[in-house]
């Protein structure tokens, strides 16, 4: 590698002695750029020293043997080789005050690729820019003085901070506010801890001085270092060529090995240490360090052993990923806060509450505490990502290739996998679960190449952080307005800006229209057409339930949602009633509107439950800007109605049973299939209002999500149950908190004969 080096470099070298008459010379350079580039002077710092332009700089370095790879990394860097997008043209447009603050970036043109080079002149971040002013700097002015000699995080955040504009072509979100971030992470604000076996991982100088001791007897010999200064910039980047990191790729990309230098491997199998101070991995030899510190081990929740199919230990990784940790991270901030949030709610499996009761049966901070946490994790029956093999698309043990329901996990992996759900996210028109790659998953494997069936993996997927957003600075996908691939009647719900992508996956997988528009005459042997789990849009844009059908109905406003419904507009910028939380929350539509206002956003929960349950407070924004005054929502009202809403499933669900038709807790819901059990001719609308409860059911928060919705679906269909007539009136005698629930005053004078709400 460095012969190859040399070899480039002499022909720098050649290039710039031709216009340099040696390291001694004081004179203004030459034409040295190959592109006609002036070599008029630089002007000076404000202490009056002179610029002397990066080729004077490269000329000598170029000959140093302790300089050759800094010079070749800095020419084939971002900051010289950029995009032709930004050229030395650009100056009125503030450009260059970051491209070519020295203004010497033309000289180097004619040491790159032509292809690099725009057309109206390089622009280049230069030595000069970073390491300040080299007129009196050995060489040019007979002194060894330079300004900088070791540019640290101020003189990177000149340009990284945040006023990076994101809004510029070609300017990623995830580079903005980077000083700031850094400034305020751990990274930067932990104590120094420099002294043997700590320095290389609390210090700067010692992450790179030692970043290639990876044993504990090796690290048991690092010393301290004089002036040793925080984690920054130059520890994990090459300060020539920033897009090279600390450690380079190997079988895993240079981020993991980068990060996994410190924060050690995701798979290590921490096991009783054989080293007697505690910091080793028994099982595989890698150096685990702070190994009986749980939270500080990443393997204790970045991994899902394969061999355990029951549970889910951890987040699956791909370490050959070349983002893999800013995937889900904002490595600049340290901040894990909001991981923490993912992590205890169903998106993240529950996890990481489920790794803190496991700790809290444990000793602290020993191995045992440590193991129980990486063993810890969502069992099958408490995970809809772990219920099946969603990265199969045949049996496990390579069996019965097909398409049939219960073995093709493919229409599944949209909802029950992180990469499925990406890749509808990005491109829900073109989206084909047969181009799902599992790969990273360990044992997952094509089966076929003819059919694409694919071998289960021993790991699955939760929904990741990048499954909904595109980078680590918090961008969203958005698929569109999602259109419902419900059997017989596919449903486009309206474009709900970034919550698409929450209705993608929270609409069901079925509506009633399913049940109306089904050709089969006779439901005397047809198994139940289930809307599955979590429907929510649904429920919210009034499109999910089994409406019962107008000429029977007694009221003139059948499903319709009243004047004064909004929940499915918040942000959507779009009423009034909303602007003033919207102008401080922004419009992403009404899921994250309402779920992602809170402080705690990430749990995507609006409301705290205590042990029991029960609603304490409420956390969503929205809800306390919209709703007040005589309105005013309260944990005491939002109770009332979760009480009155059970209690009216409660009178559906006796009303079902007493037609014969018994529902279970889990799949398939109603296991019966004669929906003409008392003589109706067709069955259907037994079998819509079986399948309204088991809607209703899996989206327990009805109640508020669409309070009408919910209460004309459950009453229509007790309505039709109990007496196979429409007639407008049900009785509720033995459910009296139902019957308040559907009477607007909650004052019912019969509860024999309670209207439609």
Same mark, same amino acid.
């Given at each position: 590698?460095?012969?190859?080096?040399?070899?480039?470099?002499? &022909?720098?070298?050649?290039?710039?002695?031709?216009?340099?008459? =040696?390291?001694?010379?004081?004179?203004?350079?030459?034409?040295?750029?190959?592109?006609?580039?002036?070599?008029?002077?630089? =002007?000076?710092?404000?202490?009056?020293?002179?610029?002397?332009? /990066?080729?004077?700089?490269?000329?000598?370095?170029?000959?140093?043997?302790?300089?050759?790879?800094?010079?070749?990394?800095? %020419?084939?860097?971002?900051?010289?080789?950029?995009?032709?997008?930004?050229?030395?043209?650009?100056?009125?447009?503030?450009?260059?005050?970051?491209?070519?603050?020295?203004?010497?970036?033309?000289?180097?043109? $004619?040491?790159?690729?032509?292809?690099?080079?725009?057309?109206?002149?390089?622009?280049?971040?230069?030595?000069?820019?970073?390491?300040?002013?080299?007129?009196?700097?050995?060489?040019?002015?007979?002194?060894?003085?330079?300004?900088?000699?070791?540019?640290?995080?101020?003189?990177?955040?000149?340009?990284?901070?945040?006023?990076?504009?994101?809004?510029?072509?070609?300017?990623?979100?995830? #580079?903005?506010?980077?000083?700031?971030?850094?400034?305020?992470?751990?990274?930067?604000?932990?104590? %120094?801890?420099?002294?043997?076996?700590?320095?290389?991982?609390?210090?700067?100088? $010692? $992450?790179?001085?030692?970043?290639?001791?990876?044993?504990?007897?090796?690290?048991?010999?690092?010393?301290?270092?004089?002036?040793?200064?925080?984690?920054?910039?130059?520890?994990?980047?090459?300060?020539?060529?920033?897009?090279?990191?600390?450690?380079?790729?190997?079988?895993?990309?240079?981020?993991?090995?980068?990060?996994?230098?410190?924060?050690?491997?995701?798979?290590?199998?921490?096991?009783?240490?054989?080293?007697?101070?505690?910091? !080793?991995?028994?099982?595989?030899?890698?150096?685990?360090?702070?190994?009986?510190?749980? !939270?500080?081990?990443?393997?204790?929740?970045?991994?899902?052993?394969?061999?355990?199919?029951?549970?889910?230990? !951890?987040?699956?990784?791909?370490?050959? @990923?070349?983002?893999?940790?800013?995937?889900?991270? @904002?490595?600049?901030?340290?901040?894990?806060? &909001?991981?923490?949030?993912?992590?205890?709610?169903?998106?993240?499996?529950?996890?990481?509450?489920?790794?803190?009761? /496991?700790?809290?049966?444990?000793?602290?901070?020993?191995?045992?505490?440590?193991?129980?946490?990486?063993?810890?994790?969502?069992?099958?029956?408490?995970?809809?990502?772990?219920?099946?093999?969603?990265?199969?698309?045949?049996?496990?043990?390579?069996?019965?290739?097909?398409?049939?329901?219960?073995?093709?996990? #493919?229409?599944?992996?949209?909802?029950?996998?992180?990469?499925?759900?990406?890749?509808?996210?990005?491109?829900? /028109?073109?989206?084909?679960?047969?181009?799902?790659?599992?790969?990273?998953?360990?044992?997952?494997?094509?089966?076929?190449?003819?059919?694409?069936?694919?071998?289960?993996?021993?790991? @699955?997927?939760?929904?990741?952080?990048?499954?909904?957003?595109?980078?680590?600075?918090?961008?969203?996908?958005?698929? $569109?307005?999602?259109?419902?691939?419900?059997?017989?009647?596919?449903?486009?719900?309206?474009?709900?800006?970034?919550?698409?992508?929450?209705?993608?996956?929270?609409?069901?997988?079925?509506?009633?229209?399913?049940?109306? @528009?089904?050709?089969?005459?006779?439901?005397?042997?047809?198994?139940?057409?289930?809307?599955?789990?979590?429907?929510?849009?649904?429920?919210?844009?009034?499109?999910?339930?089994?409406?019962?059908?107008?000429?029977?109905?007694?009221?003139?406003?059948?499903?319709?949602?009243?004047?004064?419904?909004?929940?499915?507009?918040?942000?959507?910028?779009?009423?009034?009633?909303?602007?003033?939380?919207?102008?401080?929350?922004?419009?992403?539509?009404?899921? &994250?509107?309402?779920?992602?206002?809170?402080?705690?956003?990430? %749990?995507? %929960?609006?409301?705290?439950?205590?042990?029991?349950?029960? &609603?304490?407070?409420?956390?969503?924004?929205?809800?306390?800007?919209?709703?007040?005054?005589?309105?005013?929502?309260?944990?005491?009202?939002?109770?009332?109605?979760?009480?009155?809403?059970?209690?009216?499933?409660?009178?559906?669900?006796?009303?079902?049973?007493?037609? !014969?038709?018994?529902?279970?807790?889990?799949?398939?819901?109603?296991?019966?299939?004669?929906?003409?059990?008392? =003589?109706?001719?067709?069955?259907?609308?037994?079998?819509?209002?079986?399948?309204?409860?088991?809607?209703?059911?899996?989206?327990?928060?009805?109640?508020?999500?669409?309070?009408?919705?919910?209460?004309?679906?459950?009453?229509?269909?007790?309505?039709?149950?109990?007496?196979?007539?429409?007639?407008?009136?049900?009785?509720?005698?033995?459910?009296?908190?139902?019957?308040?629930?559907?009477?607007?005053? #909650?004052?019912?004078?019969?509860?024999? /004969?309670?209207?439609?709400?």
């Amino acid at each position: 590698m460095r012969s190859s080096k040399t070899a480039l470099l002499a &022909i720098t070298i050649a290039t710039l002695m031709g216009v340099l008459s =040696g390291c001694d010379s004081s004179r203004s350079t030459g034409d040295s750029s190959g592109d006609g580039a002036s070599s008029a002077p630089l =002007g000076v710092d404000a202490e009056n020293r002179r610029y002397v332009g /990066a080729d004077a700089c490269i000329a000598c370095h170029a000959g140093y043997a302790w300089s050759v790879d800094a010079v070749t990394d800095y %020419l084939a860097g971002q900051h010289v080789v950029h995009s032709t997008n930004v050229d030395a043209s650009m100056a009125g447009e503030g450009c260059l005050v970051c491209h070519d603050p020295v203004g010497d970036g033309r000289r180097l043109a $004619g040491l790159i690729a032509k292809a690099n080079v725009p057309a109206a002149g390089l622009a280049a971040v230069t030595c000069e820019a970073c390491h300040g002013a080299g007129g009196d700097h050995v060489g040019v002015g007979g002194s060894i003085a330079i300004p900088v000699l070791n540019p640290d995080i101020n003189v990177c955040g000149n340009c990284h901070n945040d006023s990076f504009d994101t809004s510029t072509s070609g300017h990623v979100s995830m #580079g903005d506010h980077i000083l700031e971030d850094y400034k305020a992470s751990l990274h930067y604000t932990q104590e %120094l801890r420099n002294d043997a076996i700590c320095v290389k991982c609390h210090t700067d100088e $010692g $992450g790179r001085l030692y970043k290639g001791l990876n044993t504990w007897a090796a690290l048991a010999d690092t010393q301290p270092i004089d002036g040793a200064h925080p984690i920054q910039c130059r520890t994990c980047h090459n300060a020539h060529n920033p897009g090279a990191l600390l450690k380079a790729a190997s079988t895993a990309s240079a981020e993991y090995n980068t990060c996994t230098n410190c924060h050690q491997p995701h798979d290590a199998q921490v096991t009783e240490d054989p080293h007697p101070d505690g910091t !080793g991995d028994g099982n595989s030899g890698d150096l685990i360090y702070h190994a009986k510190r749980w !939270g500080r081990v990443i393997s204790s929740t970045h991994y899902d052993n394969p061999a355990t199919l029951d549970v889910i230990e !951890g987040y699956t990784m791909d370490p050959a @990923n070349e983002h893999v940790c800013r995937d889900c991270h @904002n490595v600049h901030t340290a901040d894990i806060t &909001i991981n923490q949030q993912w992590s205890r709610s169903g998106h993240g499996g529950e996890l990481f509450t489920l790794k803190e009761a /496991a700790a809290a049966l444990q000793p602290n901070n020993t191995f045992a505490e440590v193991q129980a946490v990486r063993a810890a994790g969502p069992h099958d029956n408490e995970s809809a990502f772990l219920h099946y093999n969603w990265d199969a698309t045949y049996k496990a043990d390579g069996s019965d290739e097909g398409t049939a329901p219960d073995l093709d996990r #493919g229409a599944c992996q949209r909802c029950h996998t992180a990469t499925g759900a990406k890749n509808y996210m990005t491109d829900q /028109a073109h989206y084909d679960p047969a181009n799902n790659d599992f790969s990273h998953l360990d044992g997952w494997q094509l089966h076929n190449d003819t059919t694409g069936a694919t071998v289960a993996s021993g790991q @699955n997927e939760m929904l990741y952080c990048w499954a909904c957003h595109a980078d680590n600075a918090g961008s969203l996908r958005n698929p $569109g307005a999602i259109t419902a691939p419900y059997t017989d009647a596919p449903h486009i719900f309206p474009d709900a800006l970034n919550s698409n992508l929450c209705v993608a996956c929270h609409t069901g997988r079925e509506s009633g229209e399913t049940i109306k @528009n089904n050709a089969t005459v006779v439901f005397n042997n047809k198994s139940f057409i289930s809307s599955h789990y979590l429907s929510a849009g649904g429920t919210v844009f009034t499109a999910t339930g089994y409406e019962f059908d107008a000429d029977n109905h007694p009221s003139t406003d059948d499903y319709a949602n009243p004047e004064y419904y909004a929940h499915d507009q918040i942000g959507m910028g779009t009423d009034a009633r909303l602007a003033a939380f919207e102008a401080t929350n922004g419009t992403k539509g009404p899921c &994250i509107g309402c779920h992602l206002s809170s402080p705690e956003s990430h %749990l995507y %929960l609006p409301v705290t439950k205590d042990a029991g349950g029960v &609603i304490t407070a409420i956390t969503a924004t929205v809800c306390v800007s919209c709703h007040t005054g005589g309105f005013a929502l309260t944990p005491a009202v939002l109770i009332e109605q979760e009480e009155g809403f059970d209690a009216a499933m409660a009178a559906l669900s006796a009303n079902l049973a007493t037609r !014969g038709y018994d529902f279970l807790p889990d799949y398939p819901y109603f296991t019966n299939k004669d929906w003409t059990l008392t =003589g109706d001719a067709t069955g259907k609308k037994d079998m819509g209002a079986a399948f309204n409860y088991n809607t209703l059911k899996h989206d327990p928060g009805a109640f508020a999500h669409n309070r009408f919705y919910a209460q004309r679906l459950i009453f229509d269909s007790i309505d039709w149950l109990d007496n196979r007539v429409m007639d407008g009136t049900i009785d509720l005698s033995i459910y009296p908190v139902a019957a308040e629930y559907f009477q607007e005053d #909650g004052n019912v004078a019969n509860d024999s /004969a309670v209207t439609r709400p």
